[in-house]
Nanobody
Framework: QVQLVESGGGWVQTGGSLRLSCAAS????????MGWFRQAPGKEREFVAA????????SYADSVKGRFTISRDNAKNTVYLQMNSLKTEDTAVYFC????????????????WGQGTQVTVSS
């Protein structure tokens, strides 16, 4: 069984930055792609970013490209999401998820999910 625990969410003004972390249990962390998704009130969960096993391959939603950076530390079983130049439309609950061996933007391809961390951006 895999457990994912997100942290680092909070309140920030537009233009500010936050760094989310996701700590994973289980020995298979380094063999799995990891992803970040978000869900705003009244909206469906959407893909934000994903990273492959080694960390050398990443994928981003168009809405966050150039502002967000996903990274991972396999020695610490942790994946990060650095969020810069935050906008009000980034307000959402952010979830990390563990997938298979390949990077994908499809939520259904991710087997394990964290409980989420709230990010609120206000002007």
């Amino acid at each position: 069984q895999v457990q994912l625990v997100e942290s680092g969410g909070g309140w920030v003004q537009t233009g500010g930055s936050l760094r989310l972390s996701c700590a994973a249990s289980g020995r298979a962390f380094s063999f799995k792609a990891m992803g970040w998704f978000r869900q705003a009130p009244g909206k469906e969960r959407e893909f934000v970013a994903a990273i492959n096993l080694s960390g050398g391959g990443t994928s981003y939603a168009d809405s966050v490209k150039g502002r967000f950076t996903i990274s991972r530390d396999n020695a610490k079983n942790t994946v990060y999401l650095q969020m810069n130049s935050l906008k009000t439309e980034d307000t959402a609950v952010y979830f990390c998820a563990q997938g298979s061996a390949i990077v994908t933007m499809t939520p259904g391809e991710y087997r394990y999910w964290g409980q989420g961390t709230q990010v609120t951006v206000s002007s």
